[in-house]
């Protein structure tokens, strides 16, 4: 018997390509998709029986596992619900604040929630192998992350560079709050050791591409992730809702699903 799925933000580029990629799926089905409530698609058909509404909470009653990838003032309402009728949740917002986070892992201890600011298997790697290079090298090679995305974008740094940044500081054993540098400009004066510095960049239709920079006094090291197409994620997002599928409560992330975890 199929797993039924609900999609949250239907209409959106990430939304339509996780329905596309539902749709091919053996494991899958299609059973709720919800849109603002003044979509000019309300109520156009997406699948057999399958119709676009503003409800989420047909989400939650109709799917046994949601995807999310819309904003994060929805995220309590969707959290509640999902809690409320023992849904498994997978959440790829970006821009989500502490508070949010807070809020993920209080469900966590009621139903199964897998949380990603990037669904991408390669960009998964990159913060693994980010984490075991920073360690690895002192503080004496400077770190920098690089993104360049679309012109749509509306959260900077990307989610998935912040989540680069804190593997690095992971590898550093530091919080990622005491040594980020999130802007410069004017006499800054010289780079404070252990720095983490951030750059970035809009325009354009690029889907998304990372860069993360060791750099020391007589060598440097980067590692580069470009996104080709938008695809990547939502073929992510399927095939960690395929690994969530017979999870207990907690928190997962995509590291999980590749089974990068020690």
């Not at 990838?69 to 917002?93: C, M, N, S, W, Y």
């Not at 440097?220 to 095939?239: D, N």
Request: aromatic content about 4%; some cysteine; proline content about 3%.
């Amino acid at each position: 018997m199929k797993v039924k799925v609900g999609v949250a933000g239907a209409t959106g580029r990430m939304g339509q390509l996780i329905i596309e990629q539902i749709k091919k799926d053996d494991l899958f089905i299609l059973a709720a998709a919800t849109t603002s409530a003044n979509n000019p698609l309300l109520g156009t058909m997406v699948a057999d029986h399958v119709f676009l509404h503003p409800n989420p909470e047909e989400l939650f009653t109709k799917g046994q596992v949601v995807i999310d990838f819309t904003k994060p003032d929805l995220l309590e309402e969707h959290l509640r619900l999902a809690v409320q009728h023992k849904t498994k949740f997978i959440i790829g917002t970006t821009g989500l604040a502490a508070e949010h986070k807070e809020m993920l892992l209080e469900a966590s201890k009621q139903i199964p929630i897998l949380y990603a600011s990037n669904t991408s298997m390669g960009v998964t790697l990159m913060k693994v192998i980010t984490t075991q290079i920073a360690k690895v090298l002192g503080p004496e090679f400077d770190i920098e992350i690089d993104e360049i995305h679309h012109r749509h974008k509306v959260d900077a740094p990307s989610g998935t560079s912040l989540s680069l940044g804190e593997a690095a500081a992971k590898g550093r054993a530091v919080s990622l709050r005491d040594v980020a540098c999130f802007e410069r400009h004017g006499h800054t004066g010289p780079r404070p050791v252990g720095q983490i510095g951030f750059s970035v960049r809009r325009g354009g239709s690029v889907v998304g591409d990372h860069t993360v920079s060791f750099i020391g006094e007589d060598e440097s090291i980067e590692i580069t992730h470009k996104g080709i197409s938008r695809s990547l994620y939502a073929k992510g997002a399927v095939t960690a809702a395929h690994w969530l599928c017979d999870k207990s409560n907690g928190l997962y992330n995509m590291e999980d699903v590749l089974g990068l975890k020690k």
